[in-house]
């Protein structure tokens, strides 16, 4: 995956919503919480295009 498109997958995704809106401290988690957030997020929209 290009650093484009992780890029436009972040920007996109409801975590980064909650994070820039200081949603339930997303911005006080770990990193590997949020990682683990986002691939979460994005297997669940692959499988609902799939």
């Given at each position: 995956?290009?650093l484009a498109?992780?890029l436009?997958l972040?920007?996109h995704?409801?975590l980064?919503k909650?994070?820039?809106?200081?949603?339930s401290?997303?911005h006080?988690?770990?990193?590997?919480?949020?990682v683990e957030?986002l691939?979460?997020?994005?297997q669940?929209?692959?499988?609902?295009?799939?």
């Amino acid at each position: 995956m290009t650093l484009a498109k992780a890029l436009d997958l972040f920007y996109h995704s409801e975590l980064y919503k909650l994070m820039s809106e200081g949603v339930s401290d997303m911005h006080c988690r770990s990193d590997q919480y949020l990682v683990e957030e986002l691939e979460e997020e994005i297997q669940m929209f692959l499988n609902k295009t799939l």
